[in-house]
C-alpha cells in the first residue's frame, strides 16, 4: 500500500477535522455506487463468473478485501481519528462483506 505525499489518508482526515467537518470513510472495491461498475476496475468486469452486487467469490476477492480493510480501520485507529476516539470519522462503510472483529 503507498500512502505517501498526496496519497496520505491519515493527513487528508486530519486536514478535515482541522476545518471542524467530519468525514464517512468509506472502503472497498464498490465506492462510488453513481459510477459504471461502482468504481471497480472494468477489468473485473471480465473475470469469469463475477456478478457485481453480489455474494460470489470472484466479486469479493474476499481475503485481500479483508485485509485491506482491516490495513485502513487499523490504521485510522491507532491515528485515533474515529468519532469514538475524538476524531472526525462518523462513519465507516466497507463494501458488502463480512469481516468480523476488524
Known sequence: YYFGGRYDLVKFVKIVEQAGMYLILRIGPFVAAE??????????H?????????????????YHM?????????LMKQEKLFASQGGPIILAQASIFDFGST
Open 35 to 44: 459510477w459504471y461498475f461502482g468504481g471497480v476496475p472494468v477489468w473485473l
Open 46 to 62: 471480465y473475470v469469469p463468473g463475477t456478478v457485481f452486487r453480489t455474494e460470489n467469490e470472484p466479486f469479493k476477492f474476499q
Open 66 to 74: 479483508q485485509k485491506f480493510t482491516a490495513f485502513i480501520v487499523n
